[in-house]
């Protein structure tokens, strides 16, 4: 089961790029990497999914250096309504039990 | 419907008191999975369905929980004597044959045991 460390909390203000950075050092051949978005009172929604390399879609890109030992999620110019929990989540996309939530990262965004 | 349904939204109850958590999963997926979640923590990983059947029930803390889903959609949650750590919200989540790891999740039951 692939442990993540991620930031506890980040702050940022309206209109920057966001950055939040995984570590997921004993990361499997077979795992592929997720970020879940969750909010006050709902549950998480998904984000974005990688295996390698950059990955990008209408919400977020996700860079995955070569040795796949960490991961970075890019929100481009947030907004108020990017204020949320950010879970890294590793794992074999064929065993979604398997995945571990941990505590994410809250990101503040300020105006 | 168009997402997951979970109810109640919020339930209150006794201490030592049996409580039922309902989840309707999105129509056609036949994987379900049930977590918990304690205030400032991540989702907890419970118990996950393929169709009928309890595919992984290793998250289950104790015998005091249990979960069912007897025709491949609804699937209820059940928790005997509840304590007042069972305090949480219950999370369900559904995806496409469990498979692709985009999993809809629902609102939660927030669930308080006085």
């Known amino acids: 089961l692939a442990k993540t460390t991620q930031p506890i909390s980040m702050d940022s203000y309206e209109g920057q790029e966001v950055n939040i950075t995984c570590s997921h050092n004993?990361?499997?051949?077979?795992?592929?990497i997720t970020w879940y978005q969750q909010f006050p009172s709902q549950g998480p929604r998904f984000i974005i999914q990688?295996?390698?390399t950059k990955v990008t879609n209408e919400v977020a890109s996700l860079f995955i250096p070569a040795d796949r030992k960490s991961s970075t999620l890019s929100l481009p110019r947030v907004s108020l309504s990017d204020t949320a929990v950010y879970y890294c989540?590793?794992?074999?996309?064929?065993?979604?039990?398997?995945?571990?939530f941990g505590s994410g990262t809250k990101l503040n965004v300020k105006p | 419907g168009a997402g997951v349904s979970q109810t109640p939204s919020n339930k209150v109850t006794e201490k030592g008191k049996y409580v039922e958590l309902r989840c309707d999963p999105i129509?056609?997926?036949?994987?379900l999975y049930w977590y918990r979640q304690s205030l400032g923590q991540g989702p907890e990983f419970l118990i996950y369905f393929q169709g009928t059947g309890a595919a992984d029930d290793s998250g289950l803390p104790n015998d005091r929980f249990f979960a069912v889903r007897p025709e491949g959609s609804v699937s209820t949650l059940k928790i005997q004597r509840t304590e007042r750590g069972d305090s949480a919200v219950y999370l369900c989540?559904?995806?496409?044959?469990?498979?692709?790891?985009?999993?809809?999740f629902g609102q939660g039951t927030r669930l308080t045991v006085v």
């Open positions: 990688g295996y390698k």
């Open positions: 004993n990361i499997a051949t077979n795992d592929y």
């Open positions: 129509s056609g997926h036949t994987a």
């Open positions: 989540a559904s995806s496409f044959q469990g498979v692709d790891t985009e999993a809809f």
């Open positions: 989540l590793v794992g074999d996309i064929y065993n979604f039990n398997k995945f571990y």
